[in-house]
């Protein structure tokens, strides 16, 4: 699709929504008429940046969001709008920090070595009330809920609703299933070129959170929405295939453990660069305060948080940060469902792009029940206690900042920074609980 006014008129669309995703994975769109489509394709549509999380002030230029026709989707359930992701541009130059734009430099770099990166994601959200304090479903009180056919099918009109429209999308859903957690629910899709998964991550997003309003419900991707039940994590499949996609880089037999498992030596030193970045990682795939009572929390009411506090890599184990479930890819189960869908996929490839350039070696593998044995692992880097500690590991990690482009990194900083002082200075009930009578 290269004609936008030409997809209006075969399709019988009115409106589009021009789409971009801010530093904060906020999704800020302009509605507008098809009449005016091929105007806002040649030259964008005008947004004050300041006006969203962004690193701007009033006194910049309009940014101007420049539509990416072939990223454009018809809405399933409201087929006289589509939406369509783009690229944000200021004085006629790409907006260094925008996160779509941050991708597909690094989309590029890759293909500078010859190499084009495929993922998947596992985006996991729960169905809350309205008000967003409770789990709709009353009924949905299993200890161990993962599975529960009975409590899938109670919500079947939301999930049945968002799976039909994959499979007319043609994104090829494959399974659905209410998770680990009371009221959570995973849906999964095959797997594509990373630009490609981020702007359908971006869209699942969006219409998750619509089907559910539709249905009387509210969904969030908030990682720890419900304190003591399993949080949303957004695990990313990961491989790399040669320029044509299709060559697997990844698949081989490189001497020693990653050989053992599948990886070639390629394939190995991508994941050495995940593991050598690790710390600096969470910052861009935990970005928010609320982050790190997933991937620190105690043990859930079902037996386990299914998410990392350590830096180790496995096989087929899913206790680790990394697992290889099988020849020729590899699992990073750090990231979740607040993640940004473009700076997941951004800085994956920044820190694989790390680890073949430097040639990385991923460390120990490490074939043991992380949450029973955890204890006897030694010399492997804990991941961050909160955001801050996160922050000044991706401020002092000076190659994966240049990797993720400088002008990005110090705006992400800088604005993440503020986030965690506005939280400090946030007084709680828990303080005047807890220091009242002190």
């Known amino acids: 699709m290269t004609d936008l006014a030409a997809f209006a008129r075969e399709k019988g669309v009115k409106y589009f929504m021009i789409s971009y995703t801010d530093l904060f994975g906020g999704q800020r769109a302009k509605l ?62 790409e907006l260094e920090q925008a996160p779509r734009n941050v991708l597909r430099r690094l989309i590029a770099e890759a293909a500078k070595e010859g190499l084009r990166v495929k993922t998947g994601i596992e985006p996991e959200f729960f169905l809350l009330t309205p008000e967003g304090d409770k789990i709709s479903d009353e009924a949905d009180t299993a200890a161990k809920p993962c599975y529960d056919q009975q409590a899938v099918m109670r919500r079947y009109d939301v999930i ?81 295939w040669d320029l044509d996609g299709k060559t697997n880089a990844f698949a081989g037999s490189a001497p020693g453990p990653v ?36 991937i620190n929390a105690p043990r859930t009411i079902s037996g386990a948080t299914w998410a990392p506090n350590t830096v180790t890599w496995t096989g087929n184990n899913r206790t680790h940060m990394v697992r290889v479930p099988g ?35 991923p460390g120990k593998r490490w074939d043991i029940d ?26 002092a990690d000076d190659e994966l900042k240049a990797m993720m482009g400088t002008g990005f990194s110090a705006s992400y900083i800088k604005l993440k920074q503020r986030e965690w002082n506005s939280f400090v200075s946030h007084f709680t009930a828990w303080e005047r609980e807890h220091t009242l009578d002190i």
């Not at 030596?265 to 795939?285: C, D, P, Q, S």
């Not at 590899?330 to 694989?352: C, K, M, S, T, W």
């Open 32 to 93: 507008v008429p098809a009449q005016a489509i091929a105007d806002m394709q040649k030259d964008g549509a005008g947004f004050a940046g300041f006006a969203t999380w962004l690193d701007l002030t009033p006194a910049h230029p309009d940014m101007l969001a420049v539509p990416d026709p072939s990223s454009v989707i018809q809405l399933p359930w409201k087929p006289d709008v589509a939406w369509v992701a783009a690229d944000c541009v200021m004085d006629g130059a």
């Open 259 to 294: 050989g053992e498992v599948g990886l070639s030596e390629r394939g190995g030193h991508f994941l050495g660069g995940i593991m050598k970045h690790a710390e600096a990682l969470a910052a861009i795939t935990n970005p928010t305060v609320n982050s790190y009572k997933r």
């Open 160 to 240: 049945a609703e968002i799976c039909d429209y994959m499979l007319d999308l043609g994104w090829g859903p494959y399974q659905n299933d209410h998770e680990d957690a009371n009221g959570q629910f995973e849906m999964n899709w095959e797997y594509d070129d990373a630009l490609i998964t981020a702007d359908r991550h971006s869209f699942f997003k969006f219409m998750v959170r619509s089907v559910a309003e539709k249905h009387g419900l509210r969904a969030t991707f908030m990682p720890k929405p419900i304190e003591g039940l399993t949080g949303n994590g957004c695990h990313a499949h990961i491989s790399v």
């Open 327 to 361: 020849p020729g890819r590899f699992e990073l189960r750090l990231p979740d469902g607040a993640v940004n869908p473009y700076l997941l996929q951004a800085v994956i490839i920044a820190a694989g792009l790390s680890g073949i350039r430097s040639k990385a070696d």
């Open 370 to 395: 992380m949450y029973a044995e955890g204890h006897t692992v030694t010399g492997a880097p804990k991941l961050p206690l909160n955001l801050l500690d996160a922050i000044r590991g991706f401020d």
